[in-house]
């Protein structure tokens, strides 16, 4: 990277890690005190001032301090800049927030020129603090982290989540369960992708899958993940890129094996491998 871009894309991680956790904080102090409020059209997405809150606390500072930088945050949008790029969760896990679970995160990712420079996930309960800077090593809470060795998926915790429209495509998320369950250790859900994300990057799990996620669901976790050793890509095998309707997420020696589990349902129709 060139160094003049580098040392901008420096400053912007550590903002970014200041203002999380100053936003972690802030919805610690909310947890169990805020009304959802549903939005989408299937009635199963929530969002709540806690949500509002920690954004506008997010965007402020990085309005004040690199005004000319582009912002794609979940509650408020998408606005044009320069050569940067702020993609922001500002409470990823919105109906366990809602439900007192603390399995709920702050996401913010950084990119520079089209690229993935910054990632940071800060899981407030927890005191967690993932972060991946511009060409540096993935750590928590400073020391660093890799993803797992599993070899395979027979070998494997598996982590999922399912879209907000999954009333619609409910036998083919239970077909590829089935698929992930029959194959592997275990399977889990924690009802966040970017906290989904941070725990494939420290080896905690091993495999994810997801559907219908959003850049800002996973920007900060894609570069995680990769500065950890990880690899993601689509259903199909190919390289994943922020929008893509679909992700794979591994610790890389599971990869094939899970890309053949998620493949498309009607080339067999058997759970194996």
């Known amino acids: 990277m060139d160094p003049l871009l580098l040392a901008e894309s420096a400053r912007r991680h550590a903002l970014a890690v200041e203002v999380a956790r100053a936003a972690g904080a802030l919805l610690l102090s909310k947890l169990g005190r805020v ?20 954004e506008a606390l997010i965007l402020g500072h990085v ?27 500002p409470l990823d896990g919105t109906t366990n927030f809602v439900h007192g679970n603390p399995l709920f995160v702050v996401s913010i990712g950084v990119e520079a ?17 993932f972060e991946a800077p511009p060409a540096g ?6 020391a660093p982290i890799a ?14 989540g399912f879209p907000y429209y999954r009333r619609r495509v409910v ?3 239970l077909v590829r369960v089935k698929r992930a369950i029959l194959t592997g250790h275990a399977l889990r859900r924690t009802g966040s992708a970017a906290l989904d994300l941070a725990w494939l ?35 199909d095998g190919a390289p994943y890129r922020l929008g893509d309707a ?18 498309p349902l009607s080339a067999s129709k058997d759970c194996e491998l």
């Open 35 to 54: 009304a959802a409020e549903a939005k989408g059209d299937g009635g199963v997405e929530f969002v709540t001032e806690a949500d509002r809150a920690s």
């Open 63 to 89: 309005r004040a301090a690199f005004p000319a930088d582009a912002i794609y945050a979940e509650e408020s949008g998408e606005s044009l800049g320069g050569r940067f790029r702020w993609i922001v969760d």
């Open 113 to 129: 020129d089209g690229e993935l420079v910054s990632g940071v996930i800060f899981h407030p309960w927890a005191d967690e603090l």
């Open 137 to 142: 090593d993935a750590t928590l809470n400073g």
């Open 147 to 160: 993803v797992s060795t599993a070899p395979s998926a027979d070998k494997a915790l598996f982590v999922t």
């Open 171 to 173: 036998d083919d998320l």
């Open 201 to 235: 990057a420290c080896g905690r799990v091993d495999a994810y899958w997801e559907e219908g996620l959003y850049p800002y669901d996973v920007a900060a976790g894609i570069h995680l993940l990769r500065a950890a050793g990880g690899r993601a890509s689509t259903y």
């Open 246 to 263: 679909t992700l794979i997420a591994t610790n890389g020696h599971v990869h094939d094996d899970v890309v053949r589990l998620m493949r």
